[in-house]
């Protein structure tokens, strides 16, 4: 039969395994925080393919672009294998000299940690402890100062906390959606699944975006296609609605909101027509979105950097707590004022406490908590004062130490991040591939990913659940908890950093996170799907939906908090008149040193490209595909264009995942006072044709 | 023995015959398979964490198959594209435990050269439909019942049957799941192959009533031997079915042939909504899972993977409506209505019922049934006589 046929032999690259010891191995997608399951699989040690999990709770054997390719990085020819010092390929043990060296002596102020999105809590956690214990310093930071630092000073006098309060299973047993500032069908497709589960089930979804993007595409049934930043007067005027047409819930704002009278007082002077004109969205837009929000059962705001990245992020982020507080929809499965924390440890790092203000478990950086931690980790002496912020540490220290962060293309004004980074005394990165950031390095640390280690982290809804080692590192990276300890046991902290396993570590963090406190990895290995924290203890279930007896702030009720439409940071003027947002694909991740080095990823979308209307391209002599030269007060840029009507007249949006047409490099470093986020989603530019000369 | 002929099978292993929800002929099968040599390698289905989790196994060791003893109803891998991605049929003898559905592709695949049929014995298994698991998951506990303590579960006639830890059985009258949108797989409800006659071996327990058993179709001359080879070794021992035991089972079968015929009815007939598909098709997000899990794709360069504008463009999302649709296309006739499309669609589009509906299309223009005979000729790459002859310009159903 087989001469008969056109000859097509079985593909050879698969067919030498003769002797088939193939395993199928669950796992979870590295990418986002939808969190989807699949399986690997797995021949003598070396992954070969990977299968649907049909079984697993979130995503039901379904996955994005993104998670059907997600191993064939591992095994890329240009992984990290060997500590690199000063370019050169070097030994772990004269790697750790030399840092033990440098590190010894600096100053808690020149020091830094820029910690990761990606590293597992049991890393992130001995990050911290190593900042605090060895180099005495809070300066420790990671990459949710540039997403939901706005999240935590908006939610955390709202409602004392900025996590998210449903689990994401929960999502649609909504009856009103509404997506503010995320574009979700491409960053969270596998929540964006229950989305559209939700609207074909009835479900009105209202979508807060300047552009047309797939998730209005996909999912919109009102799109408020507002002016870039001028979110908090959108927000305000739905309150405003809502308040004078009576939809209000009285009995829960009685019953668990404080300030209401001060809100109904600073409402009743915006002015709808004046939002009209600034936000150039049609009131009846604004007024429909407001009445299907409070006359729904149940009400979900879903919100990510459309509403943080800017200088006034805590602001917008404390008007959709407002718009909860005042509906009532919080506290119940399936509602919420929702943060979407993108990355797998967005969450988890910070419960782990890398971050400037915060020990593990959220307690303050304050004397007491640092007397606290001695106490529990035998320590004396420890930094009682809150550190820098991550531009900070950027900018002024001297000595860093990076983990699984690349700020060359993730932080605002990459020309100055540049030199920033140049200028430091002594710079460690460690990283899976040689980044951006890795370039500029003193030390570079090959450091194991994913499925090439044990640990655990902590999902957009809280949920913990534990990644299982499958394969081996390549070469000689290691684990990033195993570097960080050796660089402790180098500077004469063995003692303090004695650990055999990620269990060991996860066991420490059960005794100093009381919300971890009740789940283990014999709990976790026994799931399908993680724990929600708070978990308090071994036989407690864990809690998908948060406050819904109280609040966590220190008198139990929700705060209402008045807030004024301030304008962005850099608007648009004569000599740069148009008005740049910058944001996502869903091909690629982040800074994309994983997604560009994935075939069939990078080759959907090798290079950024600047989106335009038409009739802006048409004055420019622009045509589609063509380049253009992009300029910024900080920069510049020669990017393709892209044609299109899913943006407005004056605004221009460039996706950041890329190395050479860096979106970055125009971006403003300006900040939100209230919590140092700065406005990536603003800044002014002009734009010119590429001269052909 | 000949082809065609039926027997009632007992394996003559006691604890196999335990475990077995029927006979244990299956199991005995395999494990002869094995030991004598006659294959090198199993693919059967094991429970994983609990009774919704099904994972593939390969399996070597003949001890090894009486782990995936049962039939699971909540695990549906892409058996075909598995066995197609990862094992070489061409230098090693495989047995394989299949459903219809998986039995058509792998005819299917062997037609293009991408398996070796020669040295795949398809054990094939009756089948009344299976479940994607969550759903059924999410109602278990919508009504109170931990779902993760079902020890067993079944589908009889129109009831799905589930057996829980400590005594406690639910039961769900499967058309009332099925009108809410839960209940068995799309492609299930539609499939017209209830006996999996197109493999080597038929197995199951219809027309016996209760009688611990399988009954056995032997269908293919590979079938006839091996199965010949087990009972004359000892390894199943077997007697005749009777006249009221083979006519139950031809009932059954008819009884899930012409619900299928109705299911299909209603899900090709749009009658009203002429752009239904397309307003489907639109929510696509271009995850390729579709052309990832297909048996029949195998192209390697795929012409999805091409930069074409406004037809398949690469980096923009959503993808025009061609995205969907030319992967469709490109396998109509071939479509084996294993429903594995739609159970990874990351936009939850229907996609298995445009896929089927187009088959059925081809199947009537060219008279071609995929996945039941190896002899007949892929459509569109073999002309036979008739066809030659024909000088119109018509597209006539020709027979083949």
Redesign the interface.
Known sequence: ??KE???????PH?????????K?R?TVCPYCTSGCGL?L?V?NGRI??Q?????Y?TN??????K??NTYKLLSHPERLTEPLIKGKKSSWEDAFKLIAEKFDGVSSEDFGIIGSGKTSNEEGYILQKFARVVMKTNNIEYCARFCHSATVAGLGPAVGGGVMQTSQLHIDQADCIFLAGVNI??NF??IA?RV??AK?NGTKVIVLDPRVT?TV??LADIHLQLRPGTDAAVLNAMIKVIMDEGLENEQFIKARTVDYEGLKAFVSNIDLEEVQKITSVSLDEIRASAVAFAKATKGCILYDEGITQHITGSDNVKLLANLVLLTGHIGKPGTGVNPMRGQISGEGSGDMGCVNVFYPGFRRVNKETAEHFQRLWGVENLPSKPGKTFMDIINTCKSVYMVGVNPMISAPDSNNVRKSLEEMDFLVVEDIFMTETAELADVVLPAANWVEREGTHTGIDRRVYKINKIVEPPGQAKQDWWITMNIAKQMGFSDKFNYNSSKDIFEEIRTCIPQYAGISYKRLDKT?GGIYWPCPSEDHPGTPTMFTEKFNTPDGKGHFQSVEYKPPAEPSDREYPFILTTGR???HYHTGSMTRRTD?LY???PEA?IQIHPEDARELKISNGEKAIVKSRRGQLEIKTRISLDIIRGVVFIPFHFGKTNANILTNPEFDPACKMPEFKICAVNIEKVDEK | MKTGELYIGISSEKQIVEKAENGGVVTSLLKYALKSKLVDTAVAVKKGKNRYEGILSFITEPEEVEECTGSFHFATPGIAKNVKKYLDTYNKKIAVVCKSCDARALIELAKIGQVNIENIIMIGVNCSGTLAPIPTINILTESGIDPYTLICEDIDEDKLILEFDGDTQKIFRLNELEEKGLGRRKNCQRCEYPIPQMADIACGKWGLNGEKGTFVELCSTKGKVLFEKAVSNGIIEIKTPSKEQIKRRKQEENKRIDSAKARQKADFARPEDKFYWLSQIQACIKCYGCRDVCPLCHCKRCVLERDIPETVEKGVIPPPPTFGMIRLFHVACYCVNCGQCEDVCSADIPISALAHYLSKQATELFDYESGVNMDVRLPLSAVPEAERANKSTELKAIKR
Not at chain 1, 5 to 11: F, N, P, R, V, Y
């Open positions: 039969m087989a046929t056109i000859g097509l032999q079985a593909d698969l067919k030498s395994q003769t002797q088939p010891e193939i199928y669950p399986y699989v021949q070969i393919g299968e649907p999990m049909k079984s709770p039901e054997g379904k996955l994005c672009i998670g059907n069908q491409e497709p596998g699944r559209r589960r074909n797939a595409k996909n399908i694909v869903i091909f069939n080759s959907e979308m490209f």
